[in-house]
């Protein structure tokens, strides 16, 4: 990457329901989720740290900016979201970052989802309360 051209580098990362959109390009670190702060829209810290694990695997934690887009599901799925769409977007950049992402499990899809509700019971485990009389 030349000086003076504004690379970007894109990642898309599913989770659950939840589909991220993620662009990175150098900068100061600055992480900003639909147009927010990453701090307002992520305030559970747990939910923060999953996002920067991929950026610290990569020893970029305050070099690159991420612009991040994401919708569906809810905030730990979004979470999820992110995390493996800045993994992918990292791969985008470099190459050589796949064995250890890989290794930390970052570039894998998470396959679970929620099961459906079944008929004839309220949930989908849950049954209605048996009753012998």
């Not at 970029?60 to 991040?68: A, E, F, W, Y």
Request: aromatic share 8%; net charge positive.
């Amino acid at each position: 990457m030349t000086e003076g051209t504004a690379t970007r580098f894109y990642g898309t990362g599913r989770r659950k329901t939840s589909v991220a959109r993620v662009w990175l390009g150098q900068g100061a670190g600055a992480i900003t989720v639909n147009r927010r702060e990453f701090e307002d829209y992520f305030p559970r810290e747990t939910l923060r740290m999953i996002i920067c694990q991929p950026l610290q695997i990569a020893n970029m934690l305050g070099q690159m900016d991420v612009q991040v887009n994401v919708g569906g599901g809810g905030p730990a799925g979004q979470a999820g979201a992110v995390r493996h769409g800045i993994a992918r977007a990292l791969l985008a950049y470099d190459e050589n970052l796949r064995v250890p992402l890989k290794k930390a499990g970052l570039l894998t899809r998470d396959p679970r989802m929620r099961e459906r509700k079944k008929y004839g019971q309220p949930g989908a485990r849950q049954k209605f309360q048996y009753s012998k009389r």
